[in-house]
């Protein structure tokens, strides 16, 4: 027979004796007692949801789309020959680089880590062992030698070719290739943000098809995004690209789960959308429409800006207007020009003034932001020889204080030419405005340098390299010294600069290459414009820092989420 084991019970203590006081509670104090622990009961929960969410702070979490209008159609989204923005502001999402730009600083991104020899002439880059091209074949230094090939094939005519000219690239090992300099070149390494191609894919197709590839708009990389499906009209034309993010995605996946471009024939009609809620953001727009999109705060988006490194200046051609040769006309010009009024009016805001050739180095002392002064302007000539004839222009010698602006046809530059002309005009000077087409100007004035004084912006990468634009070598085309400009002092300077990687030493070097060119006044400098990107007001983490291409405004795009998820903040610190 089983022996009888007693059953286990939970009894809460003391439970029996509280059971009997309750059988004493007459009905109504029975009712009154309920009502009270229920109040009690209440009241706890409530005090610990408080104290919960006191607790609780919000953090990043995956999911939600971003509907990107972008102004044109998509042609070559393909590293090696894309040169549109469009195609650019894609090709950044779908491939990846040896290295990429977080935070204006470059880190290693394909590549694991990377060793510069002492001569500043080999480059060893490590890769990473869990890199997927889309179609999950492994990426390989084969396929980085590839693409380097390919941007230095004359016949391809990659927009990169300059970058590569005269450097050998060798493959160690698969995780591993060399690049060789013919001479030291410290901006080099900014070169290896290139995204590279599957070799698998591109070894297969001519150079004469290159460019008629179909993975030119069907790409494949190994970047965050991949390509998901296109959108057609009835013509076959695209109307939307739509990226989900890569699986295999090697470094952190970002929390924007998918990204659509929309793509529109010109700005009005993407305001339009922006305007009606087809799309949630807008790059690269003009100031005026920014300040009026500022404005208006009922609006699901918000306008956000980052300077560009342009320098816009009125460059000197002294050799074509002889008065420009005079350094005390020069200097009277210079400060003749209010820049603050100029950034006010040209580009509603969206700039900041400039005092020198560094985009990075703003105009910020009071001798830099002060207005134009005409009447000290006018009183430094007068001390030097130069009195007004009849018509109120300033002569000197039979020499008069006059020659013209050459400039392209756009509307920012017509402005700015009509108000620098007005502020010269009051000065003393005689100056005419000449306006061209784009293409013109540079064919047939600026290639030539036919021209007195020149309204131009100069693009300057974050490698900071002004060679192109300082060196005496590079006054003729198609060097870009436009103010044909030749000090011997800033010529050494721009050639340690070349060979220096040492941060603090470059810095130093930049600072004395500034001051010299400063002093010299070769040219107005004027302004560094705004990069200007409309994004929703429910999108985060957008870090826009230094944009040198609007693709650079997706440099970011691991940290900007719509979605959040709440957790206790104790959470977030481990």
Known sequence: MNDLQPTSEFRIKRGEKFRQYMSHFSATEKFIFGGLFICALTTMLILATQVNKHFLIGVPAEGGELREGVVGLPRTINPVIAITDVDRDIDSLIYAGLTRYDEEKLVPDIAKSWEISEDGLNYTFNLR?????????????????????????????????????????????????????????????????????PKHIWGSVSDEQFIFSQYNIEP????????????????????????????????????????????????????????????????????????????????????????????????????????????????????????????????????????????????????????????????????????????????KKSQKLAFDIFTADSPDLKKASDDIKASWTALGASVGVKVFESGDLYQNVIRTRKY????????????????????????????????????????????????????NARNALFNNLYTIIEDDIPAVFLYVPD????????????????????????????????????????????
């Open 452 to 503: 007195d004084a020149l309204l131009f912006g100069e693009f300057i990468g974050k490698d900071r390299d002004l060679f192109a634009f300082w060196h005496s070598s590079q006054r003729n085309a198609p060097g870009l010294n436009v103010a044909l400009y030749a000090n011997s002092r800033a010529d050494k300077l721009l050639e340690q600069i070349r060979t220096t990687h040492e941060e």
């Open 220 to 395: 494949i990389g190994a970047g965050p995004y991949k390509l998901s499906s296109v959108a057609h009209d009835n013509g076959g034309i695209p109307t939307e690209y739509h990226l989900t993010t890569w699986n295999k995605y090697y470094t952190k996946k970002p929390y924007l789960s998918a990204i659509t471009f929309h793509f529109f024939a010109d700005e009005e009609n993407a305001l339009a959308a922006l305007d009606s809620g087809a799309i949630d953001s807008l790059a690269a727009i003009s100031p005026t429409e920014a300040a009026r999109l500022a404005t208006n705060k009922a609006q699901s988006y918000t306008v956000t800006a980052a300077p560009l490194p342009r320098v816009f200046s009125v460059f000197f051609n002294q050799s074509q207007a002889p008065v420009l040769g005079d350094a005390i006309v020069r200097e009277a010009l210079n400060m003749s020009v209010d820049r603050t009024t100029i950034v006010e009016k040209v580009l509603s805001g969206y700039g900041s003034p400039i005092q020198g050739p560094l985009p990075y180095k703003q105009a910020t002392s009071s001798k830099d932001l002060e207005t134009a002064h005409i009447e000290k302007a006018q009183t430094l000539l007068e001390k030097n020889g130069w009195n007004k004839n009849a018509d109120g222009i300033y002569e």
């Open 129 to 197: 062992e869990d890199v997927f091209f889309q179609d999950g074949t492994p990426l390989t230094a084969d396929d980085i030698a590839f693409t380097i090939q390919k941007i230095q094939d004359p016949d391809i005519k990659s927009p990169r070719r300059s970058d590569w000219a005269n450097i050998t690239a060798k493959v160690l090992t698969p995780q591993q290739i060399q690049f060789t300099l013919k001479q030291p070149y410290a901006p080099f390494l900014s070169n290896t943000t290139v995204g590279i191609l």
């Open 531 to 574: 990069f200007i990107y409309v994004i929703p007001k429910k999108l985060n983490g957008v870090n826009l820092g230094t944009v040198t291409l609007p693709s650079d405004r997706f440099n970011s795009i691991s940290t900007w989420y719509v979605n959040t998820d709440s957790v206790w903040s104790i959470f977030t610190k481990i």
